[in-house]
């Protein structure tokens, strides 16, 4: 079923509030903070249709909504307005990998620490032929998600298991700039209240990916831009 003007634009302005915040939204947010054009009454209508869709879930002893990873998709594809990396951080970045362009391992590990730095995320890599990197994992605790100990200490093992983040990113088809797993995307129901965005690269004979991994309400217009350019930056240094 496609979606209406006025119900794409609450759910766009529900996605956004709620990956600002990480709070259930409510009518009355909406109504005071977006310019909707409709009564709160309305906006509570069209949330109970987006949510009969499946774009939208109540959370538990909350009166307000949150997306589902399917509204999360149906953003990133269609709604997102990515912002512009800006060039002086692209030469920042691509100036501190140079020196280690003909070492695949140091590059790849450089990037990871990196990108782990400039997003503020915890970041992964990992290759073809079972290599693991990963850098900020003490990044995770700053989003509420983590709060849940038995989430992050799953997340945290699987850092040592390379075949799992190798089968991850070796199901992407295409040649897409940037790739985003999301919920029940992913093997571990552990990990349903997580996302990883990541880019393929090919360094040196062997192809990888790159990537972030977070809750699903990652900040999307900031963090693509960002990936997809390690992505292709160490498709670029490594050849």
Same mark, same amino acid.
């Given at each position: 079923?496609? &979606?209406?003007?006025?119900?794409? #634009?609450?759910?766009?302005?529900?996605?956004?509030?709620?990956?600002?915040?990480?709070?259930?939204?409510?009518?009355?947010?909406?109504? #005071?903070?977006?310019?909707?054009?409709?009564?709160?009454?309305?906006?509570?209508?069209?949330?109970?249709? &987006?949510?009969?869709?499946?774009?939208? #879930?109540?959370?538990?002893?909350?009166?307000?909504?949150?997306?589902?990873?399917?509204?999360?998709?149906?953003?990133?594809?269609?709604?997102?307005?990515?912002?512009?990396?800006?060039?002086?951080?692209?030469?920042?970045?691509?100036?501190?990998?140079?020196?280690?362009?003909?070492?695949?391992?140091?590059?790849?590990?450089?990037?990871?620490?990196?990108?782990?730095?400039?997003?503020?995320?915890?970041?992964?890599?990992?290759?073809?032929?079972?290599?693991?990197?990963?850098?900020?994992?003490?990044?995770?605790?700053?989003?509420?998600?983590?709060?849940?100990?038995?989430?992050?200490?799953?997340?945290?093992?699987?850092?040592?298991?390379?075949?799992?983040?190798?089968?991850?990113?070796?199901?992407?088809?295409?040649?897409?700039?940037?790739?985003?797993?999301?919920?029940?995307?992913?093997?571990?129901?552990?990990?349903?209240?997580?996302?990883?965005?990541?880019?393929?690269?090919?360094?040196?004979?062997?192809?990888?990916?790159?990537?972030?991994?977070?809750?699903?309400?990652?900040?999307?217009?900031?963090?693509?831009?960002?990936?997809?350019?390690?992505?292709?930056?160490?498709?670029? &240094?490594?050849?």
């Amino acid at each position: 079923m496609n &979606l209406s003007d006025r119900q794409i #634009k609450i759910l766009k302005a529900i996605i956004e509030e709620y990956i600002e915040s990480a709070q259930a939204v409510g009518s009355e947010t909406l109504e #005071k903070k977006y310019q909707l054009s409709v009564s709160p009454a309305t906006i509570r209508n069209e949330m109970v249709q &987006l949510t009969n869709l499946g774009y939208l #879930k109540k959370p538990h002893k909350s009166a307000g909504r949150v997306p589902t990873p399917m509204a999360l998709k149906y953003y990133v594809s269609r709604l997102l307005e990515q912002e512009v990396m800006p060039v002086s951080e692209e030469v920042s970045v691509k100036e501190k990998m140079w020196n280690v362009r003909h070492q695949r391992q140091e590059l790849i590990s450089e990037a990871v620490h990196t990108l782990a730095e400039r997003s503020k995320s915890l970041a992964v890599a990992s290759t073809d032929d079972g290599q693991l990197f990963y850098a900020g994992s003490a990044n995770i605790l700053d989003y509420p998600e983590f709060f849940d100990i038995d989430l992050t200490r799953a997340v945290l093992a699987h850092l040592d298991r390379s075949a799992f983040w190798q089968d991850l990113y070796q199901r992407s088809v295409g040649n897409d700039p940037f790739y985003l797993i999301l919920g029940e995307e992913f093997p571990e129901e552990i990990f349903f209240p997580c996302s990883y965005l990541y880019a393929r690269f090919n360094s040196n004979g062997h192809s990888g990916a790159i990537g972030i991994v977070g809750p699903y309400r990652l900040q999307y217009r900031r963090l693509i831009p960002m990936v997809t350019y390690f992505g292709e930056l160490l498709s670029e &240094l490594g050849r």
